[in-house]
């Protein structure tokens, strides 16, 4: 039996299947008597549960919700496939280089979903290829090889990193922009100049690659009129003093 590649679901979920097959797939499991448009507008179909007795009540089921069941349990299996094909390499030549192949193939996933614009709705998944590069960087750290290195804030010493962002540029924009301005009109937490909190995000953080952050990107997120370019409610960061809505 061919031993299956421990990154198979990740390359396959990038290389293979599109996410929109995976919302069709999700969605040929509706009750057909109660999948509506308005349901599929808000994600999510009704389904059945069946009880001790036999009996089946309705529940609501989210797309959301099941696809990040599974990437938590594709991401905790391709962990544990990884440990163990790694552990079974006796030769430690063998095992650089299949850490550095690895890593690569990691990398190149990841530059992969951060192009898929689909999966902008649904930043876990970005954040769970994220983590699995950073696995594959702390062993390939263990082993004496070299990873990307964070850069350095600018006008500080060199010892001193950045603080590393792991979710998307327009998450953490969109939480600050927040912060200045109030979410859904309600009060700000901090006082300033659009400019002073574009100018701190550029010093004090990198991307998940270690990138030195987009001024181009900051300046659309923070431009007025541009609320398109932020994260939208469910992807963004809840602020606990907005106000409800009418």
Not at 13 to 30: C, H, I, Q, R
Not at 43 to 56: A, T
Not at 217 to 222: A, G, H, M
């Amino acid at each position: 039996m061919e031993k299956q590649h421990p990154l198979k679901f990740f390359i396959d979920f990038v290389e293979k299947k599109p996410l929109k097959a995976w919302e069709e797939e999700f969605y040929d499991g509706a009750i057909p008597d109660f999948d509506t448009p308005e349901r599929r507008k808000k994600g999510y179909i009704v389904s059945l549960k069946r009880n001790s007795e036999g009996g089946e009540s309705e529940f609501d089921l989210y797309f959301r919700d099941v696809l990040t069941s599974r990437f938590l349990e594709e991401k905790s299996q391709a962990i544990q496939a990884l440990e163990k094909e790694l552990m079974s390499m006796s030769d430690m030549n063998s095992l650089k280089v299949k850490i550095t192949v690895l890593s690569a193939s990691m990398a190149s996933l990841l530059d992969k979903v951060n192009l898929y614009k689909e999966t902008m709705s649904y930043p876990f998944i970005l954040e769970t290829y994220t983590q699995l590069q950073a696995e594959l960087n702390n062993k390939a750290q263990q082993m004496g090889l070299g990873t990307k290195p964070v850069a350095t804030q600018a006008g500080k010493p060199d010892g001193v990193n950045k603080l590393q962002w792991l979710g998307q540029l327009k998450v953490l924009g969109t939480l600050f922009y927040h912060l200045l301005k109030g979410q859904d009109r309600g009060t700000p937490y901090i006082a300033g100049s659009v400019e002073q909190v574009k100018r701190m995000l550029l010093d004090n953080f990198v991307d998940s690659e270690g990138h030195e952050l987009s001024k181009s990107s900051l300046d659309t997120i923070f431009a007025p009129g541009r609320s398109e370019k932020r994260a939208n409610e469910g992807d963004r960061i809840e602020l606990p003093n907005k106000r409800v809505k009418n």
